[in-house]
């Protein structure tokens, strides 16, 4: 099952995609990773999903990840008395902790968290933004707002407090409930919701206990004034650029999407380009151009990967809409120029042996015709050293670790395939060559690169790098 590119699919289950033809029809046509948004449907209905997924890794023999995203915190009005009003610019408006339906004057905003964190002039954005509310006064249990923004306001809308660090935890019951189903369940990724600061990945990490991999979602841009130290302390970081889009502006969005990347990619971590990417294909059979040239901006920028979430969740066409990412993926990394982007972008290598290795593996690839990078990791971490530096050659991870294999459907350029533990350098060249070989990663007389590390057994002990020829 070898993939004609680098860069990997995320694609999100639903009621459109939750059926084993459909999911596997999914993978063939090019998804890598399964998302599960526990926003959404119940345990049972994951239980059935994770159960097909498994199922569909048995018979494709090929490492499958799935992705459990936490609900996290989610910020509403409650109800009004005719299901809906209308806000005119100007007029005040006062959210309390009244549970009775609102009018045209009032509604509940059950979240005492909030006011204890407002101050005059806050800005409240409702409904995805689409409404702007600034605060006159406030107390402990309601605030006064001036409607900046109007328009139709309805039942449970959602409301983002920009600028605020909210007082809030990015674990909820209902997470702590999901977080435990999801883990027992063996997911390989929990994506936290609503990260604001470092300590919410601490406090999830304490609870994980490296039972899964973390993928922290950047849709606060709270959590950008901590960038460095969230990417250092989570496995991979997923930019949610419709979340972050309501809190920034519009024009604010595409350089922050960047600068992420970069970041990620400096210090070898997985990063994911999420939401609208494919949009209109939710309910038309092909995207808009500035969709697909969306797409390709996130290649030319060495992303590990792209995810589509409604348009396989829900959409018309999950399938198409699969088949198109990988299709735009597939030319973009075809496109001299984007090659030329990733020989540009290269970090600087830090002092240790496994990085110098890395470097030295893409570099030795640029020099000599190399079919493929073979890496050999118990943990996965060389062979991420080995993607971080996006060498030309698709990388082959040999590792004896399901759980090792199935991160690494995440990174960038891996094919990842299950070994015995091999017990002599020697040993280690055969079983690369051969695997190479079998997953059409190399033919007879082409050359490979072999990367592994002596004593065996050592995590992040990589020492050795060999130039080997496929001979049989």
């Keep these: 099952m070898r993939r004609n590119r680098h860069a990997k699919i995320v694609a999100t289950l639903g ?205 606060k841009p709270m959590a950008l004034q901590h960038l460095d130290q969230i990417i250092e302390l989570s496995d991979s970081v997923m930019v949610a650029r419709g979340d972050l889009g309501v809190e920034m502006l519009p024009e604010e969005v595409p350089s922050i999407q960047r600068k992420i990347i970069r970041k990620c990619r400096a210090a070898g971590k997985p990063v994911i380009v999420a939401t609208q990417m494919l949009e209109s294909m939710i309910t038309t059979s092909t995207p808009t151009r500035a969709e697909a040239s969306d797409v390709a901006t996130a290649i030319y920028d060495g992303v590990d990967a792209v995810m589509l979430s409604a348009e396989s969740a829900s959409g018309m066409y999950p399938i198409e809409a699969v088949t198109m990412m990988d299709r735009i993926i597939v030319r973009t990394e075809q496109d001299p120029l984007q090659r030329t982007f990733l020989n540009d972008s290269h970090g600087m290598t830090t002092d240790t042996v496994t990085d110098s290795i890395a470097a030295a593996a893409r570099q030795v690839a640029q020099t000599i015709q190399i079919a493929s990078i073979v890496t050999f990791s118990e943990s996965g971490m060389t062979t991420l050293r080995v993607a971080r530096e996006r060498p030309s050659p698709p990388i082959v991870a040999l590792t004896p670790n399901i759980a090792t294999s199935r991160f690494l459907t995440l990174v960038w350029g891996v094919h990842a395939i299950i070994v015995e533990e091999a017990f002599s350098f020697s040993e280690m060249v055969e079983m690369a060559c051969r695997c190479a070989k079998i997953e059409s990663f190399a033919t007879k007389g082409q050359q490979i690169i072999v990367t592994a590390g002596v004593p065996f057994g050592k995590s992040g002990g990589t020492n050795i790098l060999r130039v080997a020829r496929i001979d049989d």
């Design 15 to 219: 009621p459109a995609s939750d059926n084993a033809a459909c999911i596997e029809s999914l993978f063939l046509a090019g998804a890598d990773i399964f998302r599960l948004n526990f926003s959404h449907a119940t345990h049972k209905e994951h239980c059935e999903k994770i159960r097909v997924i498994r199922e569909l890794e048995r018979k494709q023999n090929h490492p499958i990840g799935i992705i459990a995203d936490m609900q996290g915190p989610k910020l509403r009005v409650g109800t009004f008395t005719d299901g809906k009003i209308i806000l005119e610019k100007g007029q005040l408006f006062r959210l309390d902790l009244d549970a009775t339906p609102g009018n045209n004057e009032r509604v509940c905003l059950p979240h005492p968290e909030i006011y204890k964190a407002l101050h005059s002039d806050t800005e409240l954005l409702l409904d995805d933004g689409k409404l702007k509310l600034k605060v006159i006064s406030f107390q402990s249990d309601f605030a006064i707002t001036e409607v900046i923004a109007g328009g139709e306001l309805s039942n449970r809308k959602g409301v983002n407090v920009p600028g605020v660090m909210l007082p809030i935890s990015a674990l909820t019951t209902k997470d702590l409930g999901d977080l435990e189903f999801a883990l027992n369940q063996g997911v390989d990724f929990i994506a936290l919701s609503f990260v604001q600061r470092p300590e919410d990945i601490l406090d999830a990490k304490a609870i994980i206990k490296n039972r899964a991999h973390i993928i922290t979602k950047l849709e």
